[in-house]
């Protein structure tokens, strides 16, 4: 079973719209996640960190639900340069961190 | 902001060729990667290295690749006998030991 799954979209929205992408793990004992972008043929870029059960950071908010295994990432007021792939990454520590395909968001004018 | 640093961002080399990628990490940072991603692909780990050795491989890092970090800065990734399947982006990133891993712009490379 993959370590994470996420739906590969593409999401297609509006600008100024609010997405949500979700993400579930497997490993009940994963405490903390991470979530990078990447643009395309570009390296990965953290946007934010998941400690406990959730994070905000201006127009993102991550949400993690232990419970359900899930982390969640919303994006309000979309704009144009959030076009890229979104990534749940689990934390591992001093290990190499495990990409899956992560989802791809598309903002539109 | 520190950042980690790649040379070349594109090389193109023939089949049966050897190539280095270097990279430059962070300079206070103690562990460090190489991933790769083929067009289109997810981005995959290849190796860690931690205290002059490796710490951590995966299957795709064969007899074909070697790391090494030669003078306390570079960490570069030499791949012999380049197929045409090796043409991918191969990132390098590296970590301290209460950061996130930092990613450099990656090296284009296409073998042809």
């Known amino acids: 079973r993959k370590e994470v799954e996420q739906d590969p979209g593409p999401f297609n929205v509006p600008e100024g719209a609010t997405v949500a992408f979700n993400c579930t793990y497997s490993n009940s004992a994963s405490q903390s996640f991470f979530w990078y972008r990447q643009d395309c043929r570009k390296e990965p870029k953290l946007l934010m960190s998941?400690?406990?059960s959730g994070n905000e950071d201006g127009r993102f908010t991550a949400q993690l639900n232990r419970a359900s295994q899930y982390i969640s990432l919303l994006i309000r007021d979309s704009k144009l340069s959030d076009s890229a792939t979104y990534l749940c990454v689990p934390y591992t520590g001093r290990r190499a961190l495990t990409f899956g395909s992560g989802t791809r968001l598309q903002v539109q004018p | 902001e520190p950042e980690v640093t790649q040379t070349p961002s594109h090389q193109v080399t023939q089949m049966g060729q050897e190539v280095i990628l270097r990279c430059v990490p962070i300079s206070n940072h103690l562990y460090f990667y190489w991933y790769r991603q083929i067009l289109g692909q997810k981005v995959e780990f290849l190796v860690s290295?931690?205290?002059?050795?490796?710490?951590?491989k995966s299957e795709i890092f064969d007899d074909q690749f070697s790391v090494e970090r030669p003078d306390g800065s570079n960490f570069t990734l030499k791949i012999r006998s380049t197929k045409l399947e090796d043409s991918a982006m191969y990132f390098c990133?590296?970590?301290?030991?209460?950061?996130?891993?930092?990613f450099g712009q990656g090296t284009r490379l296409t073998v042809v």
């Open positions: 290295f931690y205290n002059n050795e490796i710490s951590e």
């Open positions: 998941v400690y406990s």
């Open positions: 990133a590296s970590k301290g030991d209460d950061t996130e891993a930092f």
